[in-house]
């Protein structure tokens, strides 16, 4: 896999501290930042950036990660919701809004709000069941806020669908039938993968996404690293696998990966011009929009 190049940290890092410094003078409660970025953009680097700075002096801030990914449904119920809905392809496996486990997110969400002790930090292996995955057990998740310990003054939320909004349902179907249009011009020859849905299964998610408002509604700065071409994402997510197989000796072949993507892919041409345009419903200035090449570096920003 290609290295990252990390030439996005110089540009977050000043803009959450100018946050974070405004947050603290509103109140004593945690701050939250939410980070969106697609699958293999490098967002791990930048967290790790992130948390690194926060972490270290003149800071001194106790700071955790949580990735949505780690809120993925257990494989039972996984495979629960996906028996329920056999004609619908996008919960087939994890990954689209409905996959995750949204009252443990909030529940999480609400206790690291009021600094309650001994919160549990979940973990999803995604290497488990041959790259199908599965969450560990709850002995193995992280424990944070113990008793004598500092309490978490940062919360970085990252995840590739992190701060999508639902939206209406004429605004779903209008996309749909866009999309559909676009692929009977084109003979089928787009890159999309909107069209290829039934507008039903495509609703079902943006209905499924209502419930992630209530996490999305804790964060105070959002940063999205945004891609010039979306479709970069298969590439990224391949060297992320080939990387994985690499480290565990097990995980998704080439095939199975593009299919994987596949699934995410629509709900990125459904919610991302809403992301794009900002998050915060009118409240300007709380979020960075970063847009990168194919090598993952910064070619724009700008503050929304």
Known sequence: MAPVLDDKSEIVIPFILQHLEAHKKHGDAPFFIGL????????????MALETTLRSPPYNLPTITLSIDDLY??????????SAHPQNPLIQHRGEPSTHDVALGSELF???????????????????HDGKGDRVSEEEWRLVNAKGDEKVEVVIFEGWCVGFRPL????????????????KDANGGVRGRL????????????????QYDEMTNHLDAFVHIDAEDTHY????????????????GRGMSDAQVVEFVNG???????????LRSGIFLGQKGRQL?????????????KII
């Open 36 to 47: 969106n970025g697609v699958q293999g953009v490098g967002k791990t680097t930048l967290v």
């Open 168 to 183: 209406t349902k004429q605004q779903v179907e209008e996309k749909w039938k866009e999309a559909v249009q676009e692929e």
């Open 110 to 128: 609400r206790a690291l709000k009021h600094r309650e002790d001994d919160i549990r930090i979940p973990f999803y292996d995604k290497s488990m």
């Open 289 to 301: 929009r970063m847009i990168v090449k194919k090598d993952r570096t910064v070619m724009d920003s």
């Open 73 to 82: 449904l257990t494989r039972e119920a996984q495979v629960e919701l996906a």
């Open 264 to 274: 995410y892919y629509p709900a990125y041409e459904l919610f991302t011009e809403r």
């Open 233 to 248: 994402v298969y590439d990224w997510r391949l060297e992320q696998e080939a990387k994985m197989r690499e480290a565990k």
């Open 195 to 210: 069209a290829k849905q039934r507008l039903e299964d495509v609703m079902f998610v943006n209905e499924a996404l209502r």
